[in-house]
T-cell receptor
Framework: DGGITQSPKYLFRKEGQNVTLSCEQN?????MYWYRQDPGQGLRLIYY???????QKGDIAEGYSVSREKKESFPLTVTSAQKNPTAFYLC?????????????FGAGSRLTVL | GQQLNQSPQSMFIQEGEDVSMNCTSS?????WLWYKQDPGEGPVLLIA?????ELTSNGRLTAQFGITRKDSFLNISASIPSDVGIYFC?????????????FGKGTKLSVKP
């Protein structure tokens, strides 16, 4: 089955630590995205990548970093510079043409800072 | 910047009732998307709308692309317990590239058996 796999599902971090969230897709999509979701809020865009080896900041990129070395993979690092990292993180991908605006999401990773 | 306003924020209904929710914006959208999110999971696409005035159904769900291109509606008929979840509308952020979406804050639906 084609889809997006995020791991881990749950992650606990101590303050001051960097953590990396994994996102892998086998949909052959060119574009990948990271969104952050807080309770009672919509999704906010952190970073996105339209093509391998290229990525752009979204609305809330501060304190995060990404890489896109392979088409299938788009890991997100939450650095110690992120002031309020506890949240639900969603990875997504999209294809070409009319489907370029239709995002397919993974199941999410919940990060809790202790 | 662009914003999507969803209403209502939450709904508590009886099983079998019909549900209606909407999404409005001060700016024009060329695409409207409706997603459903189950607790602890990622959003799943329900319906995509691409043309003003378009009315599209997916089972018991019906969504419409407003004629002004500034709003969209989602209706659920004969609700069942598995309809519980958060429903989001979304549209392209024209300040960004394709796939860069803006999301509403969601409508949380609760269904009493």
């Amino acid at each position: 089955d084609g889809g997006i796999t995020q791991s881990p599902k749950y992650l606990f971090r101590k303050e001051g630590q960097n953590v990396t969230l994994s996102c892998e897709q086998n949909l052959n999509h060119d574009a990948m995205y990271w969104y952050r979701q807080d309770p009672g809020q919509g999704l906010r865009l952190i970073y996105y990548s339209q093509i391998v080896n290229d990525f752009q900041k979204g609305d809330i990129a501060e304190g995060y970093s990404v890489s896109r070395e392979k088409k299938e993979s788009f890991p997100l690092t939450v650095t110690s510079a992120q002031k309020n990292p506890t949240a639900f993180y969603l990875c997504a991908s999209s294809g070409q043409g009319i489907g370029a605006n239709v995002l397919t999401f993974g199941a999410g990773s919940r990060l809790t800072v202790l | 910047g662009q914003q999507l306003n969803q209403s209502p924020q939450s709904m508590f209904i009886q099983e079998g009732e019909d549900v209606s929710m909407n999404c409005t914006s001060s700016s024009i959208f060329n695409t409207w998307l409706w997603y459903k999110q189950d607790p602890g999971e990622g959003p799943v696409l329900l319906i995509a709308l691409y043309k003003a005035g378009e009315l599209t159904s997916n089972g018991r769900l019906t969504a419409q692309f407003g004629i002004t291109r500034k709003d969209s509606f989602l209706n659920i008929s004969a609700s069942i317990p598995s309809d519980v979840g958060i429903y989001f509308c979304a549209g392209p952020n024209y300040g960004g590239s394709q796939g860069n979406l803006i999301f509403g804050k969601g409508t949380k639906l609760s269904v009493k058996p």
